[in-house]
């Protein structure tokens, strides 16, 4: 019991000081703008990348947001060919959203930025820190897939 305990304060006292900097690593990762979209247009390409075919309803309420404001962003990515809604084959009635082929290379590009950026600032860590960066990045990674499990 008392090795659980002392494991629980432990992980507490990680998590109070790990968290913070996730969150500003997340923030500055998506605050620039990066080939012409904003970073909340490339959160919507990113979920319409993972679930092709979903519906702008689908996002709306995804997104917590009315089904008109969604329909606007959508429109914007659509104008800027990024986005092509596309009729169900089984449900004529449903619109679906995917990604063009400009929708894809967009995202590529946001991606090799993003990781420039950050590789960038990896760069300036001593050897010995990057080292303990990559030793972190797999079980980080581990705890957002027993995330997705428990969900």
């Given at each position: 019991m008392a090795q659980t305990t002392k494991q629980q304060l432990e992980a507490m006292a990680v998590a109070d000081s790990l968290r913070p900097t996730l969150l500003r690593l997340a923030r500055d990762?998506?605050?620039?703008?990066?080939?012409?979209?904003?970073?909340?247009?490339?959160?919507?390409?990113?979920?319409?990348k993972y679930a092709p075919g979903?519906?702008?309803?689908?996002?709306a309420a995804e997104e917590r947001v009315s089904t008109a404001a969604m329909s606007k962003r959508v429109s914007r990515l659509e104008r800027d060919g990024l986005v092509a809604r596309t009729q169900s084959e089984s449900d004529?009635?449903?619109?679906g959203l995917t990604l063009t082929d400009e929708g894809q290379r967009t995202l590529r590009r946001v991606r090799s930025r993003r990781t420039a950026w950050l590789a960038s600032r990896l760069n300036a860590l001593s050897p010995a820190e990057l080292a303990a960066v990559s030793a972190a990045?797999?079980?980080?990674?581990?705890?957002l897939e027993t995330e997705k499990g428990s969900a």
């Open positions: 990762l998506r605050r620039e703008k990066i080939a012409g979209v904003s970073p909340h247009q490339v959160g919507l390409l990113v979920a319409i979903v519906t702008v309803g689908e996002l004529r009635r449903r619109i990045a797999e079980p980080l990674a581990r705890l």
